[in-house]
């Protein structure tokens, strides 16, 4: 069995049939992410309809443009229903700069201060940016905040870093690409007890489907250079990375 912590099903064209798929090859949980209020609303639909479906809410650093204190309180509140299990996915990206980057820090030091509260772990996306993620996580750290840096592509130092701030590395289809020597190694010298796995689909789909659409299920592609690189088998990897997940989303 496998968790997709990290998907964005409402950007997919056939979402019935990618959850089918996803379960027809033992991805027996998703984490459907939200990137701004109406995609919350679409998240937690979701979660309804599908019982392997669980959902965080929040905004997306692209969409922090929309971020205003009532779209955030309506936001919140849906934090209140169970299978809502995380806050996000939230974060900066300084590479696409879709949104300003005063406003990017502020959305994400009020999704800090949701997960804080809520108890709920913040799913977190860094791009050109690690300095002052690194600076606000440090800034915001105690022992309620807890999340995942997402489609991880950092370098060790800085992956350690997230681990000891009580955050968990996921890696994503990247890890599969020939280029990503480097993420490879980073990802062998990390513990397997702090490491998930993630589609992000539609995007970056894994090989051998790479530049085509991605889904949950292949999931396993991820897990299987998991696999090779930790030297264990896709069992173990399989099962390991299931356990993370259901612990830091708290998924029975
Ligand atoms: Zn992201
Ligand atoms: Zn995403």
């Given at each position: 069995?496998?968790?997709?912590?990290?998907?964005?099903?409402?950007?997919?064209?056939?979402?019935?049939?990618?959850?089918?798929?996803?379960?027809?090859?033992?991805?027996?949980?998703?984490?459907?992410?939200?990137?701004?209020?109406?995609?919350?609303?679409?998240?937690?639909?979701?979660?309804?309809?599908y019982?392997?479906?669980?959902?965080?809410?929040?905004?997306?650093?692209?969409?922090?443009k929309?971020?205003?204190?009532?779209?955030?309180?309506?936001?919140?509140?849906?934090?209140?229903?169970?299978?809502?299990?995380?806050?996000?996915?939230?974060?900066?990206?300084?590479y696409?700069?879709?949104?300003?980057?005063?406003?990017?820090?502020?959305?994400?030091?009020?999704?800090?201060?949701?997960?804080?509260?809520?108890?709920?772990?913040?799913?977190?996306?860094?791009?050109d940016?690690?300095?002052?993620?690194?600076?606000?996580?440090?800034?915001n750290s105690c022992?309620?905040?807890?999340?995942?840096?997402?489609?991880?592509?950092?370098?060790?130092?800085?992956?350690?870093?997230?681990?000891?701030?009580?955050?968990?590395?996921?890696?994503?289809?990247?890890?599969?690409?020939?280029?990503?020597?480097?993420?490879?190694?980073?990802?062998?010298?990390?513990?397997?007890?702090?490491?998930?796995?993630?589609?992000?689909s539609?995007?970056?789909?894994?090989?051998?489907?790479r530049?085509?659409?991605?889904q949950?299920?292949?999931?396993?592609?991820?897990?299987?250079?998991?696999?090779?690189?930790?030297?264990?088998?896709?069992?173990?990897?399989?099962?390991?990375?299931?356990?993370?997940?259901?612990?830091?989303f708290?998924?029975?």
């Open positions: 069995m496998l968790i997709d912590s990290h998907a964005h099903l409402g950007s997919l064209e056939d979402i019935d049939q990618a959850v089918q798929n996803a379960a027809d090859n033992s991805v027996s949980y998703i984490i459907n992410m939200s990137s701004d209020l109406p995609s919350a609303h679409q998240t937690l639909g979701f979660t309804e309809k019982s392997g479906v669980y959902g965080a809410v929040g905004i997306h650093p692209h969409e922090a929309t971020y205003s204190p009532l779209v955030f309180s309506e936001i919140s509140s849906l934090t209140s229903n169970n299978k809502i299990v995380a806050v996000g996915e939230t974060g900066l990206d300084y696409y700069d879709f949104s300003p980057r005063e406003i990017q820090k502020e959305s994400l030091q009020k999704h800090i201060e949701l997960s804080i509260e809520t108890n709920l772990p913040i799913v977190i996306h860094v791009r940016c690690e300095d002052d993620v690194k600076e606000m996580l440090k800034e022992k309620q905040l807890q999340g995942v840096i997402h489609c991880f592509t950092g370098d060790y130092e800085s992956a350690l870093l997230y681990i000891e701030l009580g955050f968990y590395i996921s890696f994503s289809g990247i890890l599969t690409y020939k280029r990503s020597k480097d993420l490879r190694d980073v990802a062998r010298k990390l513990p397997l007890e702090r490491i998930l796995v993630e589609t992000d539609p995007y970056l789909a894994p090989v051998p489907y530049g085509k659409k991605n949950p299920a292949y999931v396993k592609y991820v897990a299987e250079t998991l696999a090779e690189v930790t030297d264990k088998s896709f069992e173990q990897v399989s099962e390991i990375t299931t356990n993370n997940c259901k612990e830091l708290g998924i029975p």
